[in-house]
């Protein structure tokens, strides 16, 4: 069964005609966009950690996320995939038994970062060290599991200065995790459409586009190849908005 939902996900994603995930963070959440017509459901680590009360990076206790992915694989019949952050260790051997766990969950993927959790910098693992995790992972995880591998290149500088050469800094990172086991590549923070184009030209592994207000629209960002689209954080943001205007009114503040 988890065999079949996890290559079932995996053939969703299909360059200029991407699968769209509108980012869930609990049981009930998962539930309404299932039934909104998902044809899987992801996690934002943001939004997961703010329904806790806490913030990213991590902050939400290992046993808490995982909890939290076991009552959401739960709640649906739809493949589901954790944004599991830096996998909450560096060591690939810790990496390797968190990645089990996780898998044990049922869900049929995750979101893995390059970032150093908790740097002031947002640096970035070296080369050598991510892929020595994302091996760990795979060796972990098991052959079917859905590494979606993140790199945070375009988050270090400001969109206007995202140029070629940080493209193809990517497209170097994308090869490599590609060759340690990872299953997709996620450059959030890149909304330039020429050099979106770039990576997903170049890239062995399909390519996840983050949305955001302003980003360019779906239609724009399917035509460079993009195979995957999700929200991040912008689901949670529009529910508790929502939640914040109906309280007022009711409130009347």
């Known amino acids: 069964m988890i065999i079949a939902k996890a290559a079932a996900f995996a053939a969703l994603h299909k360059p200029g005609s991407p699968v769209i995930l509108f980012n869930a963070w609990d049981a009930g959440s998962?539930?309404?966009?299932?039934?909104?017509?998902?044809?899987?459901?992801?996690?934002?680590?943001?939004?997961?950690?703010?329904?806790h009360?806490?913030?990213?990076?991590?902050?939400?206790?290992?046993?808490?996320?995982?909890?939290?992915?076991?009552?959401?694989?739960?709640?649906?019949?739809?493949?589901?995939?954790?944004?599991f952050e830096g996998g909450y260790a560096v060591d690939p051997?810790?990496?390797?038994?968190?990645?089990?766990?996780?898998?044990?969950?049922?869900?049929?993927?995750?979101?893995?970062?390059?970032q150093v959790i908790g740097a002031a910098t947002r640096a970035l693992h070296p080369i050598d060290v991510q892929t020595a995790r994302i091996a760990a992972m795979r060796a972990s995880a098991g052959p079917f599991f859905f590494i979606n591998a993140r790199t945070d290149l375009f988050l270090q500088a400001p969109a206007d200065t995202h140029d070629k050469a940080m493209a193809d800094a990517a497209i170097d990172r994308a090869h490599a995790y590609a060759d340690a086991g990872a299953s997709g590549l996620f450059v959030p923070g890149l909304v330039d459409l020429a050099l979106l184009e770039r990576v997903c030209r170049a890239s062995p592994l399909p390519v996840n586009f983050m949305a955001f207000p302003g980003a360019p629209s779906a239609a724009q960002v399917a035509a460079t190849g993009i195979a995957r689209i999700s929200h991040g954080?912008?689901?949670?943001?529009?529910?508790?908005?929502?939640?914040?205007?109906?309280?007022r009114a009711v409130l009347g503040g």
């Open 30 to 51: 998962a539930r309404v966009v299932a039934d909104a017509g998902a044809t899987a459901i992801a996690t934002g680590s943001w939004s997961v950690a703010a329904a």
């Open 53 to 83: 009360g806490l913030t990213d990076a991590e902050s939400l206790p290992l046993d808490l996320a995982i909890a939290n992915a076991a009552r959401i694989v739960a709640a649906v019949d739809l493949p589901v995939t954790i944004d």
């Open 93 to 114: 051997g810790a990496l390797g038994a968190n990645a089990a766990a996780l898998a044990a969950t049922g869900a049929v993927g995750c979101n893995f970062e390059d």
């Open 233 to 247: 954080p912008g689901p949670y943001r529009l529910a508790m908005k929502a939640l914040g205007d109906a309280a």
